[in-house]
């Protein structure tokens, strides 16, 4: 099981979406679909999807969260012709952030956001391409700009089979605000790729919960240490999601979290939801008699 999955918050656009990314990417596909009623967000769509063999999940729960480019997707193509084709399918009704074309640092790249506002970055990358095509980036910005270096290191503490991989700083004079330092950065989290830095730009891109990230865990135990690691501010604390000391908006859930929503009646289903959304720390424990009552 992926440790750790991208999540996506749309208003009513997940289904849409996830198909949209699919048919993008090869060896990818739409894993599950699940429909949670009445919630605080009314009836919410729950869509698994694979890309290039890598999960996310997207789920509609309307207009509180939009997507900006403090996290990104970034993608290896392997051709000019792959980086292209993305570019004019994203392109459809987005927005440009960084026009397509040849850079210092790549030979075909673009920052693009797509139309239901996610933004992409597509780069060639040349010779044998990554077992991971798809890498979230982390852009700080505002007051987290010039954290980077610091948070990357808090991150690899906090999580296993992780480690900081490179840092290129920006130069005197390179980034319009004094405040940035990292112009990149790559680092692993529990095996997983991901890349970072700092804005070069004085503009608030702050992170927000329209991007978490779900970590996956096997017990209490897990629960219990990812929370108390990574929880930074108590009003954001809900129902498994917390927000960490640089505003990164995590989901730290049981691994079987599927299984407590999807079995059983709809009424037992809504029982077992009503428990959960009382919650700030998920307690499995309190989840498992709830199921085993329903029995």
């Known amino acids: 099981m992926q440790k750790i999955i991208p999540h996506l918050w749309y208003d009513k656009e997940a289904k849409e979406a996830a198909s949209f990314y699919v048919s993008l990417f090869e060896n990818s596909r739409i894993l599950s679909v ?3 009623e009445n919630t605080p967000s009314g009836d919410t769509d729950i869509v698994t999807f694979e890309l290039a063999g890598q999960q996310f999940q997207a789920i509609s729960a309307g207009p509180y969260f939009q997507f900006n480019p403090s996290i990104s997707l ?3 193509c392997d051709s000019i012709e792959e980086v292209d084709m993305k570019w004019k399918a994203l392109s459809e009704g987005g927005k440009e952030l960084m026009p397509l074309g040849e850079y210092p640092f790549n030979k075909r790249y673009g920052w693009i956001q ?12 040349e010779g044998d391409q990554p077992a991971q095509k ?11 700009c ?9 991150y690899t503490e906090v999580f296993p089979d992780s480690g900081i991989e490179f840092i290129s700083k920006y130069g005197p004079g390179e980034a319009a605000t004094p405040k940035a330092k990292i112009n990149y950065a790559a680092f692993k989290l529990c095996g997983m790729n991901f890349s970072a830095m700092d804005n070069g730009f004085d503009v608030d891109y702050t992170f927000n919960e329209a991007f978490s990230l779900i970590v996956n865990c096997k017990d209490q135990k ?23 000391p640089y505003g990164v908006s995590w989901q ?18 809504q029982k077992v939801q009503q428990v959960l959304f009382k919650m700030k720390k998920i307690d499995i424990a309190t989840l498992e008699k709830v199921c085993f009552e329903k029995e």
């Not at 010039?146 to 808090?154: D, Q, S």
């Open 252 to 269: 730290i859930v049981p691994e079987n979290i599927d299984e407590y929503l999807s079995s059983g009646s709809k009424e037992e289903i």
């Open 146 to 154: 010039g954290k980077t270096e610091e948070a990357l290191k808090f």
């Open 114 to 125: 797509d139309r239901y506002g996610l933004s992409w970055q597509l780069m060639l990358i």
């Open 222 to 244: 897990e629960i219990d240490y990812y929370w108390d690691k990574l929880s930074a501010v108590p009003e954001a604390e809900q129902c498994g999601w917390l927000k960490d």
């Open 134 to 144: 798809i890498t979230p980036n982390l852009l700080f910005s505002g007051e987290s």
């Open 74 to 76: 970034m993608v290896a």
């Open 34 to 36: 699940n429909v949670l």
